[in-house]
């Protein structure tokens, strides 16, 4: 009887922290910190860009991180807010090019992360 109830709570135990690391994993997913000059190279900004785009993407990675720590009925809402206002503040700052380079990059890195902006 001992070794069944020890069993079951090492079962319970496991389980436990399976879950609490699949949701710090799901957090962590929407963490956007970026190198900064790796996109730099990507974008081929200007210097007058650089400054104007970190502030931008300060705001997108505080948004993101609000989206993370939303109840799943609110994640897909908060994470297209956040998609959206960072493209519009973006298209006032970058040119075609580089919005389509920019949008790429975005996609590419949701895929990667799991991170879904469709209901």
Do not use: P, W
């Not at 989206?67 to 897909?76: C, L, M, N, S």
């Not at 998609?83 to 075609?96: E, S």
């Amino acid at each position: 009887m001992k070794k069944i109830v020890l069993t079951v709570v090492a079962m319970l135990t496991f389980t436990m922290a399976s879950a609490e690391n699949e949701n710090m994993n799901a957090t962590n997913a929407y963490v956007m910190d970026v190198n900064m000059n790796s996109l730099a190279r990507a974008l081929s900004r200007s210097n007058e860009q650089i400054e104007a785009v970190k502030d931008i993407h300060a705001t997108f990675c505080t948004e993101m991180l609000n989206a993370a720590t939303a109840d799943r009925a609110d994640r897909v809402r908060l994470t297209k807010e956040a998609v959206k206002h960072d493209l519009k503040n973006l298209a006032a700052v970058l040119d075609r090019q580089q919005m389509r380079t920019y949008i790429g990059i975005l996609n590419t890195t949701f895929n990667n992360r799991g991170i879904s902006i469709v209901e």
